[in-house]
């Protein structure tokens, strides 16, 4: 059987810069991932639909499976713009997302 999901999303990778000034290490977070939570009554198929299109590489089946054992991380290793984009999107149509 196909593993939908990374088993936890890590923090992503950090962008570590040294500041002149203090010399401290500043950490920026460079990845994020967009994990669906629930969803609200009679918006499961939209949400199904939404899943098979955004993921790569699965089916009807396998996204109204992936849907239906929430919650799920939908998307991992992006940018914050691509993933508040994708929150927006998943949100719209009736899901409750978090970005992580």
């Excluded at 593993?3 to 920026?28: L, Y």
């Excluded at 939404?50 to 239906?68: D, S, Y």
């Excluded at 914050?80 to 719209?92: F, G, H, N």
């Amino acid at each position: 059987m196909m593993s939908f999901a990374a088993a936890a999303p890590s923090a992503g990778p950090a962008k570590v810069e040294d500041d002149d000034e203090g010399g401290q290490t500043v950490v920026a977070k460079t990845s994020y991932a967009v994990k669906l939570l629930k969803f609200a009554d009679g918006k499961k198929i939209d949400l199904i639909k939404e899943v098979k299109n955004i993921t790569t590489g699965m089916n009807l089946v396998q996204a109204k499976k992936f849907v239906e054992s929430l919650p799920q991380t939908v998307k991992t290793d992006i940018s914050k713009d691509e993933a508040e984009k994708l929150k927006q999107k998943l949100e719209s149509l009736g899901g409750e997302c978090e970005i992580a």
